[in-house]
């Protein structure tokens, strides 16, 4: 009886840990707001002039969704987990037009 309640009990602190590990949330790297300047449909990225004329590349699920001369507003999350979040691999992008 002992080992089912100690079987259980380790069960259910696993499940905990990972519901916790899942429930987690990215944290807001920074803010982009600009206006697409070119495409890349080979690479899935768009080129966007931010406000301050910096360039920045940024990929995206469906470059059709985007034409020349946009204007989008890009949120950038990362894992504060990860090393390197600095990469487009930990990064995430939310894109409004």
Same mark, same amino acid.
């Given at each position: 009886?002992?080992?089912?309640?100690?079987?259980?009990?380790?069960?259910?602190?696993?499940?905990?840990?990972?519901? &916790?590990?899942? @429930?987690?949330?990215?944290?807001?790297?920074?803010? /982009?707001?600009?206006?697409?300047? !070119? *495409? +890349?449909?080979?690479?899935?990225? &768009?080129?966007? @002039?931010?406000?301050?004329?910096?360039?920045?590349? /940024?990929?995206?699920?469906?470059? !059709? *969704? +985007?034409?020349?001369?946009?204007?989008?507003?890009?949120?950038?999350?990362?894992?504060?987990?990860?090393?390197?979040?600095?990469?487009?691999?930990?990064?995430?992008?939310?894109?409004?037009?």
């Amino acid at each position: 009886m002992i080992k089912k309640k100690a079987l259980l009990v380790v069960t259910l602190l696993l499940l905990t840990i990972s519901l &916790i590990g899942c @429930l987690k949330e990215d944290t807001v790297k920074g803010e /982009i707001k600009g206006t697409i300047e !070119e *495409k +890349y449909p080979q690479q899935n990225m &768009i080129l966007v @002039l931010d406000n301050s004329n910096t360039r920045n590349k /940024i990929p995206v699920d469906d470059i !059709e *969704k +985007y034409e020349i001369g946009d204007k989008v507003e890009i949120t950038v999350y990362m894992d504060p987990e990860k090393n390197g979040a600095t990469t487009y691999e930990n990064s995430k992008f939310v894109i409004k037009k």
